[in-house]
């Protein structure tokens, strides 16, 4: 099945309540599929199509906010649209998971796949200090697993998750087991496992606030101390990775999602010609595995961010090398995907001379 | 045993289709399989093209510089994959349509007038599954029965009586290819 199909399958088996969304090339599949297998009659999953990108973030908000496992997809433009969403969400501490398979850019772009939107996704397109947690699937098995993973994570520390895939997982066809059927929670279990959540209040309890704006900036101070604290914990303990003949590598390749399935072939290819090539793929971008990065730095001669865009996990990677090891970005853009080979004379032209 | 594949043609050809039947029927024999199109505005006249591995192994990069085997279906798709057959490999191709045959010497080329035979079999539509029975006459990926089976999963409620037909377009497919 395809990358896009196995996300919808994914949310219906992992209790997601709602997909909130509105069509946009190359992830459209994620709402047709939703819409054939009609979940509203089993699970009792709501799918809707939203007037826009805002709208479904919004809706987001409001269902994140009663406790609710809530999802949108989108691809690039629909999420640069969603931004402010996102701050939103992360200001008022509510859990949701946005889905974008990313395509080329800036604007409209192209509909061909990128990994453009690195910056977006890990940076923040929305306002004010906050972060999402940024799942890259680089197989259609990790777009199906990485939907409860997502939510799990977004619940466990109440802020947004995304998971950043692309064109190229979105649209490719591959073997996928799906998860296990788990129940939509019902609403005891939301009031039970989410207590800050607007699920009605009652007697025993203070009104619960769902908000982002604070007027006192000594209780927003307060607020955004606490936000901090939370990403710093999220940065100690949920990162994620996967090395691939690290071991004895002389130089490095560092790629996420679809990049790092061609710098796979890429690998082989080298180490054939005797050069001993490793491969580390970020699976959580943002928090960013730069301790790992780090001590690698030290035992490669040279490391080679290959990315599908112009440069941006290249600059993580250095914070991460301090100049420990020469660092080169390869990468192309306007919709193209670079072959393994390119990427083999890539490395050999930038770290080997 | 690792194939990489592409197929090429024109839009409404039923490229990718073929693609999906293949890598299905791969899938049914327990092989690893990617299908990888090439999306895009695609409409029936335009061009499309769909790379399909099989193999025994995990499947690293979905995208190639170079193939095992071309499956190629007009003009314009065989002069941009001929050079991106690796020597020693395979292409096959409907020399309906083609006006500069392929020129290659390091790679094995067939030949299979499937346009001509869909026409004679009275089932235009059955194109792509003698292409496919051409290909698995020269590389038995998958055995025929398991593409058959990968019909039945596939085709929707409403095309499963067309089964029969598609297995003759196969079998049809593995006795006229020719190199």
Known sequence: ?353 | MTQEIIIAGFGGQGVLSMGKILAYSALMEGKEVSWMPAYGPEQRGGTANVTVIVSDEPISSPILSTYDTAVILNQPSLERFEPLIKPGGTLIYDGYGISIPPHRTDINIYQISAMDAAAEMGNPKGFNMIVLGGLLAVHPIVQIENVVKALRKTLPERHQHLIPANEEALRKGMEIIKS
């Open chain 1, 1 to 353: 099945m395809k990358g896009n199909e196995a996300i919808a399958h994914a949310a219906i088996r992992c209790g997601c309540d709602g997909y909130f969304g509105y069509p946009i090339t190359p992830q459209s599949e994620i709402l047709e599929t939703l819409a054939a297998e009609k979940p509203w009659e089993t699970t009792g999953m709501v799918v809707l199509q939203a007037e826009s990108e805002v709208a479904s973030i919004n809706m987001l908000y409001g269902g994140g906010g009663a406790g609710k496992r809530v999802m949108t997809s989108s691809s690039s433009p629909g999420v640069a649209l969603m931004q402010e969403g996102f701050a939103y969400m992360a200001g008022a501490e509510i859990p949701g998971l946005i889905v974008n398979v990313q395509r080329g850019g800036p604007g409209l772009g192209t509909i061909q796949p990128s990994q453009g939107d690195y910056f977006q996704a890990t940076r923040g397109g929305g306002n004010g200090d906050y972060n999402v947690i940024v799942l890259a699937p680089a197989s259609v098995q990790e777009m199906a697993d990485f939907v409860d993973l997502a939510f799990e994570l977004s619940f466990k520390w109440r802020t947004p998750a995304m998971i950043l895939s692309d064109g190229v997982i979105g649209q490719m066809m591959e073997k996928v087991v799906l998860p296990p059927f788990k129940p939509r929670r019902t609403d005891e279990e939301v009031i039970r496992q989410c207590p800050w959540a607007s699920t009605g209040k009652t007697a025993d309890r203070k009104r619960n606030i769902i908000t982002s704006l604070e007027l006192d900036p000594r209780v927003m101070e307060k607020h955004n101390l606490h936000l901090q604290e939370k990403y710093a914990q999220i940065r100690e303990t949920e990162v994620r990775y996967e090395e691939k003949l690290t071991e004895d590598a002389e130089y490095l390749i560092v790629a996420f999602g679809s990049a790092a399935r061609i710098a796979q072939k890429t690998i082989s290819e080298l180490r054939a010609q005797g050069i001993r090539v490793g491969l580390l793929r970020p699976i959580t971008l943002w928090p960013f595995p730069y301790k790992r990065i780090t001590e690698l730095a030290a035992q490669v001669k040279g490391i080679l961010s290959f990315e599908i865009n112009a440069g941006q996990m290249v600059q993580d990677i250095r914070i991460a090398v301090e100049g420990r090891t020469p660092v080169a970005h390869y990468g192309k853009m306007g919709g193209i995907v670079p072959t393994p080979e390119e990427v083999a004379t890539a490395l050999t032209e930038k770290l080997l001379k």
